[in-house]
């Protein structure tokens, strides 16, 4: 089963930030946090990734509470292109583990 | 682009029938997962090869096998196919199998939609 817990479905206004938030009160010492995303059929699509510190890249910024019992995604300024299932999967970082996928979060930005 | 290759993109099959689904993993990866998505199960882990050896196995039915050649391509080898072995099959690869300070971020395929009719 999925460690994690997302809303179903967020809506957001293209040009927004959209923040995406998810739970993992079980997560273990070891346990990064890891978004993807999959838009339509396509591949999931690796955004980030983060252990206990907040991280940013191109894409995203991820927010981890000091606890880590929660985080949140952001997307600064959402595009229609944004408009995807989010997955938050917590997983530990070695030993290549598979990824276990819950249903996400379908976010859909809006025009 | 992943850089993650599979083929073919589409199949169509009927059941009973036997089909190979091929991945080409980034280069340099040695780890190899497929995973099976249907719209009622949602993502699904079924088996991992690293550097041509197998893994973990996840959800995969008997009838379902795989492997990982010398060259670090993967195939996935669906038999006996049934209507319920209609989903989309991602293959997705990652650096390394282990180590402390390897990211092992998957990177995922376009993926194979199987229709068995």
């Known amino acids: 089963d999925a460690k994690t817990t997302q809303p179903t479905s967020m809506d957001c206004a293209e040009g927004r930030a959209a923040n995406l938030p998810c739970n993992h009160s079980t997560i273990s010492g070891n346990e990064y946090v890891y978004w993807y995303r999959q838009i339509h059929s396509q591949g999931p699509q690796y955004i980030i990734h983060g252990l206990k510190n907040n991280e940013t890249n191109e894409m995203a910024s991820l927010i981890i509470t000091e606890d880590r019992k929660s985080s949140t995604l952001i997307l600064p300024h959402a595009t229609l292109r944004d408009t995807a299932v989010y997955y938050c999967?917590?997983?530990?970082?070695?030993?290549?583990?598979?990824?276990?996928f819950g249903p996400g979060t379908r976010l859909s930005v809006l025009p | 682009d992943s850089g993650v290759t599979q083929t073919p993109k589409h199949l169509i099959t009927a059941t009973g029938q036997r089909v190979t689904l091929r991945c080409s993993p980034r280069s340099g990866d040695l780890s190899v997962y497929w995973y099976q998505q249907s719209l009622d199960q949602g993502l699904q882990f079924l088996i991992q090869y690293y550097n041509g050896e197998e893994r973990a196995k996840g959800n995969i039915l008997e009838r379902f096998s795989a492997q990982q050649f010398p060259d670090l391509h993967s195939e996935l080898n669906l038999s006996s196919l049934e209507l319920g072995d209609s989903a989309l099959y991602f293959c997705?690869?990652?650096?390394?199998?282990?180590?402390?300070?390897?990211?092992?971020?998957?990177?995922f395929g376009a993926g194979t939609r199987l229709s068995v009719l």
């Open positions: 999967i917590v997983r530990a970082i070695n030993y290549g583990q598979n990824f276990v």
């Open positions: 997705a690869s990652s650096e390394t199998s282990g180590g402390a300070r390897a990211k092992n971020i998957q990177y």
